[in-house]
Nanobody, 127 residues
């Protein structure tokens, strides 16, 4: 499985961004995480490959939306509105075996359960 994240950038608070993750290979679930300097990697949202079931961390529910294209090869994370505390490096990740809803796990458990990681894309939000 190969994952390629893109779409990061520098924006003002209140703006929106859409991140993309191009995925190749068979997966069970694709997810977005982020990591700010000095903080642990944080689960944000996931989408199940078979049926598109989504799962969100409470911290981003209502502001972030995960989706995928019809070919199921690209997963998106729409972020709106962005806040300065959203500044972080954003990563897409995948599992290839059945995984429980990541929102039920601690962030470290969720991170440890992922099988593949893409390179991150930086998001910087200024006030």
């Amino acid at each position: 499985v190969q994952l390629q994240a893109s779409g990061g950038g520098s924006v003002q608070a209140g703006a929106s961004l859409r991140l993309s993750c191009a995925a190749s290979g068979r997966t069970f679930m694709l997810a977005w995480f982020r990591q700010a300097p000095g903080k642990e990697r944080e689960f944000l949202a996931s989408i199940r490959s078979s049926d598109g079931t989504t799962n969100y961390a409470e911290s981003v529910k209502g502001r972030f939306t995960i989706s995928r294209d019809s070919a199921k090869t690209t997963v998106y994370l729409q972020m709106d509105p962005l806040k300065p505390e959203d500044t972080a490096k954003y990563y897409c990740a995948a599992t290839v075996t059945p995984t429980p809803p990541l929102s039920r796990l601690t962030h470290s458990q969720a991170s440890a359960g992922m099988d593949y990681w893409g390179r991150g894309t930086q998001v910087t939000v200024s006030s």
